[in-house]
Structure formats: C-alpha cells, structure tokens
C-alpha cells in the first residue's frame, strides 16, 4: 500500500530536467489512428464532390448536350411522333431558318422582337447608377433615406409575381375604375398593357421602377464595408459627398460592379423583361400586343405553351429554339470574355 503510494506521488510530481535540457516530446498519436481519420475525411469528401458531379452530369451536361442534338431535329408527327434528325445535307436546316426570320424575313418579326428584349434589358442597366445612388443615400442616412428604405425595399420584400398581379390589376381594373369615376364611354377605355401604342412604354416604366431596388441590399452591405479610416481622411480633407461617393465608394465596390456588367452582358440576347410575369402564355388575360413581345420571351413560351402561336405545337418548336439558343451562345462568350478584360483593364484595385 505504502509502495503504491509512493509509486503515485512519484508519477504526479514534474519531471525535473537537468540544467539546459531539453523538455520531453509531447506525446504523438498512434499513426494508425490518424491514418483511420484521414482515410474517413477523404470518403467523406468523395462522396460530397461524388453527388455534386453525378448532379452536374444529370441536370448540366445531359441537358445541354441533349439541346445541342435538338438543334439537329425536327418533329416528325407522320411517323414515329417525335424528334428525328435531319438527313446529313439538312442537319443545319433549323439554324438557316433562324438566321432568314432574324435578318432576311419581309415583315422580320424576330428582329423586332431582339430589339425590344435589348431595350428591356439596358433599362436594367440604367437602374444600376441610380440604385447606387439611392443605396449611397441609405448608407449614409442622408434626407430622404428613410422614405427610400420603404419604398424601394417592399418590392425587395413582396414576391415578384405578387408585384406583377398588383401591376396588371391597377393598370386594368385600378385605371376602369378612374376611367368610370371621370364619367368616360365604358367601351372607350383600353388598359395600357393591351393598347399597342402604348404597352411598351408602359412596361419599360415597370422594368425601371421595380428594377431599382434588385440589388440595394447586396449595394448597401458593400458600402457599409468602406473602411472608417477613408472616410475620416476624406472629411479631414475637406471632401464632399460626390467625392467620397466617386474616389472612395466606385472604386472599392468595383468588384461587384464588374460581376453586375457579366451578369447583364449573359442575359443580353435572351431577355424577356416582365412579360411572363405579367401576361402568362398568352392563353388567358390580357393579350400581349406583337409590338412589346422580346425574343426569350418568345423563345421560352413557344416551347411550353400550344397557345402562343395558334396552329403551331410547341413540339415543333424544339429543334428551331435549340439551334437559335446555340447561336446565340457561340456569340456570347468572345462578347463576354471581351467585356470581362475591358473591366480588368480598368480596374483600380482597391482593396478594403
């Protein structure tokens, strides 16, 4: 017992090292052990990376390379019902059709309808120096900031879908009801969004309007990121708010602002603007006018609604918008790629 003792006190009292000696090595873990949990991180990791590629192969690649053989099709409705290549000295049939509605037709709808998708999407990009301003506005608690917070961040809030139905039903019933209380012919009025001559102003106010608040939030949290230090330099040096805003807030938001110009030079070609939200696939509602249709718009309804073109199914439409959208991809990217280097020419490199 008394041994015993001894042999425990002897254990628990420090080791006492020699003058200039070194401390014992800590104590490793065994190696088979740490093998063990390695081996598990790696299988845990595989398995991750495993579901993202069979993922990405199932919803990415088999998707697009299934698009890419459409462009080669056509529906075949007297034979076996479906989509069947184009004999080999036909197989560029469906791009040829697009290239001739694009440029070469009579009345060239299609390019009618390129251009009101343009001017759709660089309505976008005119919000994008306004909401900057209203975002620097907020950020830095000017006059007015309080009533742009509640005016520009409820459409952040409320559903798009829910703003488009408040949009539609002020615009016909909202403006019937003004109409009628001014004592004006019931079978006069024409709502805005059904009046050729006017629907495509009317839906570039509501791009604009409801286009400005899109990317506040992410706009304001970059701002609110500008170092404390800048900022009391820059009134230490006397300057003003558009100085501040142009030599300290740009160039530090660069970055997101360049991710914005990528964003919007993707989507260039394939815009449709408000339009499904608003109208649907034409087979109810308020009809849409030939004069304010945009070509995705066109491009996405042909293909999931018989009701669009009347007389035309959308299974004929297949191959046509998959060669359309192939072309339209080959000219993107040199578009995007190009936009991309002008932007890393100029970039400031500002850093926080």
């Given at each position: 017992?008394?041994?015993?003792?001894?042999?425990?006190?002897?254990?628990?009292?420090?080791?006492?090292?020699?003058?200039?000696?070194?401390?014992?090595?800590?104590?490793?873990?065994?190696?088979?052990?740490?093998?063990?949990?390695?081996?598990?991180?790696?299988?845990?990791?595989?398995?991750?990376?495993?579901?993202?590629?069979?993922?990405?192969?199932?919803?990415?690649?088999?998707?697009?390379?299934?698009?890419?053989?459409l462009?080669?099709?056509?529906?075949?409705?007297?034979?076996?019902?479906?989509?069947?290549?184009?004999?080999?000295?036909?197989?560029?049939t469906?791009?040829?059709?697009?290239?001739?509605?694009?440029?070469?037709?009579?009345?060239?709808?299609?390019?009618?309808?390129?251009?009101?998708?343009?001017?759709?999407?660089?309505?976008?990009?005119?919000c994008?120096?306004?909401?900057?301003?209203?975002?620097?506005?907020?950020?830095?608690?000017?006059?007015?900031?309080?009533?742009?917070?509640?005016?520009?961040?409820?459409?952040?809030?409320?559903?798009?879908?829910?703003?488009?139905?408040?949009?539609?039903?002020?615009?016909?019933?909202?403006?019937?009801?003004?109409?009628?209380?001014?004592?004006?012919?019931?079978?006069?009025?024409?709502?805005?969004?059904?009046?050729?001559?006017?629907?495509?102003?009317?839906?570039?106010?509501?791009?604009?309007?409801?286009g400005?608040?899109?990317?506040?939030?992410?706009?304001?949290?970059?701002?609110?990121?500008?170092?404390?230090?800048?900022?009391?330099?820059?009134?230490?040096?006397g300057?003003?708010?558009?100085?501040?805003?142009?030599?300290?807030?740009?160039?530090?938001?660069?970055?997101?602002?360049?991710?914005?110009?990528?964003?919007?030079?993707?989507?260039?070609?394939?815009?449709?603007?408000?339009?499904?939200?608003?109208?649907?696939?034409?087979?109810?509602?308020?009809?849409?006018?030939?004069?304010?249709?945009?070509?995705?718009?066109?491009m996405?309804?042909?293909?999931?609604?018989?009701?669009?073109?009347?007389?035309?199914?959308?299974?004929?439409?297949?191959?046509?918008?998959?060669?359309a959208?192939?072309?339209?991809?080959l000219?993107?990217?040199?578009?995007?790629?190009?936009?991309?280097?002008?932007?890393?020419?100029?970039?400031?490199?500002?850093?926080?």
């Amino acid at each position: 017992m008394a041994e015993s003792m001894q042999e425990r006190q002897t254990a628990d009292r420090p080791a006492v090292l020699p003058e200039g000696g070194a401390a014992p090595a800590p104590a490793k873990k065994p190696k088979h052990k740490m093998l063990a949990t390695t081996k598990k991180a790696h299988i845990f990791c595989a398995c991750v990376l495993a579901f993202m590629l069979v993922q990405w192969c199932i919803f990415f690649l088999y998707g697009n390379f299934n698009s890419i053989l459409l462009a080669f099709q056509y529906y075949d409705p007297d034979g076996v019902g479906q989509q069947v290549f184009y004999p080999v000295g036909e197989m560029f049939t469906n791009f040829g059709d697009f290239i001739t509605d694009l440029f070469l037709a009579t009345n060239r709808p299609l390019g009618r309808y390129f251009l009101n998708g343009m001017v759709y999407h660089l309505t976008g990009l005119i919000c994008l120096p306004i909401s900057l301003i209203f975002a620097f506005i907020i950020y830095k608690e000017m006059l007015g900031a309080g009533f742009m917070k509640v005016v520009l961040f409820i459409p952040s809030i409320i559903s798009a879908m829910v703003i488009a139905l408040l949009f539609k039903t002020f615009m016909t019933e909202g403006l019937f009801g003004i109409w009628k209380s001014l004592q004006k012919p019931y079978d006069q009025f024409l709502s805005p969004l059904a009046d050729d001559s006017k629907v495509f102003l009317t839906l570039i106010l509501y791009q604009f309007f409801f286009g400005l608040p899109g990317s506040l939030l992410i706009n304001i949290g970059t701002m609110s990121r500008t170092p404390k230090e800048l900022i009391e330099f820059g009134e230490m040096e006397g300057m003003s708010y558009f100085q501040e805003f142009r030599y300290i807030t740009l160039p530090l938001m660069f970055p997101v602002l360049q991710i914005y110009c990528l964003g919007m030079f993707t989507g260039f070609f394939t815009a449709q603007g408000p339009l499904y939200a608003i109208y649907g696939d034409g087979a109810s509602g308020t009809s849409l006018p030939d004069s304010a249709i945009s070509f995705g718009y066109y491009m996405m309804v042909s293909v999931i609604s018989d009701n669009f073109q009347p007389g035309i199914a959308a299974d004929f439409m297949y191959g046509y918008t998959a060669a359309a959208n192939l072309l339209i991809g080959l000219v993107s990217i040199p578009i995007v790629y190009g936009t991309k280097k002008l932007f890393d020419r100029f970039d400031p490199e500002a850093d926080f």
